[in-house]
C-alpha cells in the first residue's frame, strides 16, 4: 500500500511538499508541479541526424582536454556528447563500408560506377540535397577525370589487342586453315561468357550489399529517433536501456572519449551547486556564452546628484546595488498573470564571472582561484564571495554580472538579462543586456511527429543509394578526420585551448521564433524585467539620498520591437554579422 501511494504522491522540485496526484501546482509554494523538458532529447536526436551538429560538439568540447565547460541550463550536456560520439562511431563504419564496395565496384565493373556517379552529382546538384565546398568540387571533379581516364585507358587497350588480334588471323588467312579451329572459336566464346557472368554477378552481389547497407543504417536511425527517443520511452543514457540493439548502437565509440567525457561529467555536476557563482571564459566576442541572440540593451552612465543638499548621502556599493535589484527582481516569484504558465515563478538568478581566455592565459596568476596553472582546465565555479570581490573591479577583463533567467515553453525558449554595475561615489555606471535563447531547430524537433515505419526510411534510403557515389569525398573525410588539439609551440599558448565559443543548446537554435506567442512572450519578460530593473535602481539610489530623477527619466517609454520572427531584429541583432536598425521614439 505505501508503495502505492508513494506512486501516486507527486513531491514539489522546489520545497519538497507532497502533493496529491493530478494537481498541477504544489500546495505549499504554488510551483508548477509539470516540469516538461525535451531539450536533453532534441538534442541527443540531432547528434544522430546530423554529422554536422555531432562533429562540432566532438571538436568545442571533447578534444581540447583544457576548455572550459559553459553553463548550459536545462541541457544534460554529457548525454548529448555521449549520443554525439556514438552518431560520429556509427557514420564511420557505415561509411567505411560503403567506401569498400564502391572501389570493389570501381573495380569490377567501371562501366556501371562511372554512369552512376555522373548521375549521382547531377541529380545532387539539381535537387539542392548538399552543397559542394569549392576543395570538395575539385577534388570531385579530379577523381572523375582519373576515373574517365583510366577507362578510356582499357578500352583503348581492348580495342588495340582486338584489332591486333583480327590483323594476325588475317595475314595468316593464306596458310592451311583460313579460319581458327571450331574447338578454339568456341572455348574462346566460352571464356568470354564465363568472365561476363562472374562480372555480372559480382556486381549484382555488391549493388545488394550496397543497398543493404544504406537501408540498415536508415532503419536503425529512423526507429532510433523515432521511436526510442520519444518522450515517454527516452534514456539520456543509452547504456541503461533494456534493448541489446539500441545499448550497442549508442555505445559506438564511447571507451575512445571516455576520460574527456568524464571530465564533461564532473565539470556539469560542479556547475549544479547553487551556492557558487559561475565562471564563463570565452574566447570569441561575445562573452554572454549560452545566452542566445541579444535583443534590447542599456547602457547608462549617471552623475550622482544628492536629493537634499542638507542631509548627508549613503556610500553606493556595487554588491549592495546588486541585492537590492535581486530582492525586487524575487518579487516578480509570486503567484500571479504576469508571466504565461506562472513562467516567473520559476525565474532564476545566477551570479557569474565572465573572462576572455585570451586575458586570462596572460594574466592567470592575478586569479590563480579560476586558472591556477597554464596546465590545468579554468575552473567552471567560484564561490560568491570570490565572485563578488571582482565587482569591485580589481581586475579589468574579470567582469561579475547578475544574470536573470525565465525559460518557457517546456524550456525551449529562455530569456537572459545580465546587469553590471560601477561607481566610484560621484557616478554610477550601468550595463544591462537581454539576450533570447531560440527553439531548437525544427528539424530536430520533427523526431515528435508521426512518420511511417516502413515509407519514411524506404524513400530516404532510395535518395542515399541515388546520390551514393557523389558522396564519396564526404564519406573519405568522415572515416579519415582525425580530432586533434591545436598545436602550440613550446613558449606558446593558445587562448583557443581554454576558451568557450558557444553551448550545445546555441548550435541548435532556429534563426527565429516558431509561432506569435513566443515571439511577444520575449517582448513581455524584456519589458517586465526592464521595467523592474529601472525602478529598483531608481529606489537604491533614493534610499541612500540621491536624487533618482534624471535615471527615472531614461525609462520613459520607447518604441522597442523585439521582433524574432526573421533574422534581422530591430533594437538589436542576431549574430555577428546582422544589421541593427533602431528607432527611438
Known sequence: MAAGITERNQHCWRCATVNPAGDKFCQGCGASLVRRDNTTRYLCAAAQLSEVYANTAI???????????????????????????????????????????????????????????????????????????RR????????????????????????????????????????????????????????ASGFLSIDLILTGLLLLALVAVVVTDEFAVHYLVFNRFRRTDFLPDGRTSPHEWER???????????????????????????????????RGFSPFIGAGVPVHGQVIALALEPSDEDEATEPISVTGLHDHVAAAISRLRTTSTLGPGRRLEDLVRRE?????????????????????????????????????????????????????RVEAWDRDLTTSCYLHAGTDQKMLFLEWQFFALLPIMPGYRAIDEYRDPLLAPVKSSIMEILVLPATIVRRVVSVCRRFKPLKQGVNEVMPAKYG?????????????????????????????????????????????????????????PQVNNYNLQGSTLVDSAVGTRSSVTNKKG
Open 352 to 404: 557569474q564571472v565572465l573572462i576572455p581566455a585570451d586575458r586570462l592565459v596572460i594574466d592567470h596568476r592575478s586569479v590563480p582561484e579560476i586558472l591556477p596553472t597554464l596546465d590545468h582546465a579554468p575552473t567552471s565555479r567560484v564561490s560568491t564571495d570570490q565572485a563578488r570581490s571582482l565587482a569591485d573591479a580589481a581586475v579589468e577583463w574579470a567582469r561579475y554580472y547578475s544574470c536573470y
Open 59 to 133: 571538436r568545442e568540447f571533447l578534444v581540447e582536454p583544457l576548455r572550459a565547460i559553459p553553463p548550459a541550463p536545462g541541457v544534460d550536456t554529457t548525454a548529448v556528447l555521449r549520443e554525439a560520439v556514438a552518431a560520429r562511431a556509427r557514420r564511420r563504419i557505415r561509411d567505411g563500408v560503403v567506401l569498400l564496395l564502391l572501389l570493389a565496384l570501381l573495380v569490377v565493373n567501371p562501366v556501371v560506377f562511372v554512369p552512376w556517379l555522373v548521375f549521382a552529382l547531377f541529380l545532387a546538384m539539381v535537387s539542392g540535397r548538399f552543397t559542394m565546398r
Open 248 to 282: 550497442r548502437l549508442r555505445g559506438l565509440g564511447l571507451p575512445t572519449f571516455h576520460l574527456p567525457l568524464h571530465r564533461v561529467a564532473a565539470a556539469t555536476e560542479q556547475a549544479e551547486r547553487a551556492a557558487e557563482a559561475d565562471v564563463v571564459v570565452h
Open 500 to 556: 568557450a565559443d558557444r553551448s550545445l543548446r546555441e548550435f541548435a537554435q532556429a534563426d527565429r521564433v516558431q509561432s506569435y506567442f513566443q515571439d511577444v512572450d520575449v517582448e513581455r519578460y524584456v519589458r517586465i524585467l526592464d521595467s523592474t530593473l529601472f525602478r529598483a535602481v531608481g529606489e537604491y539610489l533614493q534610499e541612500r539620498g540621491y536624487s533618482a530623477v534624471e535615471f527615472m527619466k531614461l525609462a520613459d
Open 136 to 191: 570538395d568540387a575539385a577534388i570531385t571533379a579530379v577523381v572523375v577525370v582519373v576515373v574517365v581516364l583510366i577507362l578510356l585507358a582499357v578500352g583503348f587497350i581492348s580495342i588495340a589487342s582486338i584489332v591486333g588480334s583480327s590483323l594476325s588471323s588475317g595475314s595468316s588467312g593464306g596458310g592451311y586453315y583460313e579460319s581458327p579451329p571450331p574447338s578454339y572459336s568456341s572455348s574462346a566464346a566460352d571464356s
